[in-house]
């Protein structure tokens, strides 16, 4: 899949010499990678979990540097996951001072689209994820979507998965 080269806004740089003379410099965007980040040592079940329910497909692994030779299972400082034509990034938090605070949701969504959201949930389900709310349809399912069902994985992210409308609303700004 090729990606598309976005610019989105930019910077500005003051030009030397004396003259307050700003320069607009565009900044380019050519992806966006989410990145997880689990209790350590987790991210190794994380990826599993996201194979399992969402058939994701991992692309590469970088193991952390300092943790490879004291522990039996080195911490993971990033794993590229293919998903739905997008990629995310999985690793494990090395300092334990980073962890997360529990709570109950992390603010966080991911949108995965499917046509067949009952399947895709009971998938995620089976592989260790908890029903969130129930397939909405119509009206209640909102984010361009025609039915949409939610799961929390065991790691805290609130996965929406549904099916989109077949034609989206159009709205004037």
């Known amino acids: 899949m090729a990606q598309q080269e976005v610019t989105n806004g930019g910077s500005e740089k003051k030009t030397g010499g004396g003259n307050d003379i700003m320069e607009v410099i565009e900044v380019k965007f050519t992806a966006l990678k989410p990145q997880l980040a689990v209790e350590a040592p987790k991210a190794n079940e994380a990826i599993l979990f996201y194979k399992a329910a969402f058939g994701a497909e991992e692309l590469g692994r970088t193991l952390h540097p300092k943790r490879k030779a004291d522990q039996e299972h080195p911490l993971i400082l990033s794993a590229q996951l293919s998903l739905a034509g997008s990629t995310i990034l999985v690793s494990d938090l090395a300092d334990p001072s980073e962890t ?13 689209e499917t046509d067949d959201v009952a399947s895709a949930i009971n998938k995620a389900v089976g592989a ?46």
């Open 100 to 112: 997360p605070a529990k709570t109950e949701g992390t603010g966080l969504v991911f949108y995965l």
């Open 128 to 173: 260790g994820a908890v029903v969130v709310s129930e397939i909405a349809e119509g009206e209640g399912a909102g984010c361009g979507l025609s039915r949409v069902g939610k799961v929390k994985d065991p790691y805290g992210v609130v996965w929406a998965i549904g099916t989109p409308a077949a034609k989206a609303a159009v709205v004037e700004a």
